[in-house]
């Protein structure tokens, strides 16, 4: 198959993030250059799309449904919502990625599913944002995460937000529905405070949280998205969402915004994801976690 043209940028030379003199050309080439490691996290996943056209400092938007003129090879998958349909953007070149960065598209924000089983998800994921300030709850609760999903024998993935957290992901074997995805995610996250109820909560109401930090599964949704890895933020400074090691988390320096858009060549230096642990059943997982503890 012949690689897609990259289209040209309308208004290249636009500032999208002020106070770092950032363009949408910068923007454009950031995303051409990272598609190599983005495009295999995004092929065949309906996309939500955060767009600033007048830069991060005025208003931005999020948008499902593709507007009527973005160009005919840009592949859509229209999918149910209650009462009607919605026609999601899918991003499976970098062309594509170019041009809806091109729209001032900042993040591309991706299913939990692909396409062809938009109700049945191939990731998990487990949305872990600091109570306050301080990064090293966040990396307290990842490492505590990873120790359990060990123990119910799942391999799981880490990596920043680019905003204030990290995201651990398992992936599935897409048997299951959101619904069950959710509610094991909801069991393994009960289980960790268990274990350590002073330090975490699976508490949605803010106020009942007190200083412990939300291990939060909500994302696992249909038509929930999470930000796509390596995509950029908007915030000050172009964060990225960058993938992890397990052994980064070591790192005290460690913040949910380390890297930016002006760390391509270290973003393209370090692959932590090049090993990828083939996706799983939680059938297994889910007898581990509900047998009596000894």
Sequence with gaps: MTARKIPAISRPDKVLFPDDGITKADLAGYYRTMA???LPQLRDRPLMLERFPDGIGGHGFMQKDVPDHFP?????V??????????????????TLVYLAGQATITPHRFLSRADRPHHPDRLVFD???????????????????????ELELPSLVMTTGSRGLHVVVALDRRESFDAVRAFARAAAD?????????????????????RLYL???RNAYAQTAV????????PGAPVAAPLSWEDLDD????????????????????PWHDPPRPRSLRRARTLLDAPTP
């Design 191 to 211: 289980a960790l405070v268990a274990r350590r109820p002073d330090r975490f909560t699976t508490e949605a109401r803010k106020k009942e949280r007190g200083d």
């Design 72 to 76: 005919d090879w840009v592949r859509r």
């Design 78 to 95: 229209e999918l149910p919502k209650e009462g009607g349909t919605v026609s999601y953007p899918v991003a499976d070149d970098t062309a």
């Design 216 to 218: 939060d599964v909500q």
């Design 36 to 38: 190599r490691r983005m």
């Design 228 to 235: 796509t890895p390596y995509a950029v933020r908007a915030r």
């Design 252 to 271: 005290p320096a460690l913040g949910a915004r380390r890297w930016t858009l002006r760390d391509t060549d270290a973003l393209l230096a370090r692959n």
């Design 128 to 150: 872990l944002d600091p109570p306050g300030d301080d990064f090293a709850p966040v990396r307290e609760a990842a490492h505590a995460l990873h120790g359990l999903l060990d």
